[in-house]
């Protein structure tokens, strides 16, 4: 995921550093750009923290494509619907395995409470984008909302990359 990846980055950037044994003042300073890629949700309601937005290409053209982040609140609050700008139709899913089998049911609405961020990722939460137009293409940026129960609702620019990833497959199965 796309958090994880940046963190780790971050993490390699502060200790490498130390791992040198450069401790003097002549030891370049660490850069954090890294940790800036992240993106950030510029709009939100207080409380809410979204967080790691991407939003990947289908791998065969005019099939799905799917959006990612982290979302967190400080009360407890009910996910309606997530739109992505440039996206006919979005459908929240949840993938589960059943039987060993990898397998997708459409939901509705998910509750989010303090205290448990929610990690929508391969594998697990996932947001499908039907009829996508060609704004949506790798190297530039989404507009991800997310809108909630009580008609709040947080923006974010996801950063999109090409097809990849198991979840992708799974998905071509399935309309
Ligand atoms: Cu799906």
């Not at 008609?151 to 497959?169: E, F, L, N």
């Amino acid at each position: 995921m796309l958090l994880k990846t940046k963190t780790a980055t971050l993490l390699l950037t502060l200790c490498a550093p130390l791992a040198l044994g450069a401790c003097g003042s002549d030891a370049p300073e660490p850069v954090e750009t890294e940790a800036v890629d992240v993106p950030v949700a510029a709009d939100a309601p207080e409380g809410v923290s979204l967080t790691g937005a991407e939003v990947r290409m289908p791998a065969v053209s005019g099939r799905p494509g799917v959006a990612y982040f982290t979302i967190a609140s400080e009360t407890p609050r009910t996910i309606a619907s997530v739109s992505v700008l440039g996206a006919e139709r979005s459908e929240i899913h949840e993938t589960n395995m059943v039987d060993g089998k990898m397998t997708m049911a459409v939901v509705d609405t998910i509750d989010l409470q303090p205290g448990e961020p929610l990690n929508f990722q391969p594998g697990g939460y996932h947001v499908m984008l039907f009829d996508m137009d060609a704004t949506i293409a790798p190297g530039s940026t989404a507009d991800v909302t997310i809108s909630f129960a009580d008609g709040d609702k947080a923006s974010i620019q996801a950063p999109v990359t090409g097809a990849g990833g198991m979840d992708h497959s799974a998905m071509e199965g399935m309309d």
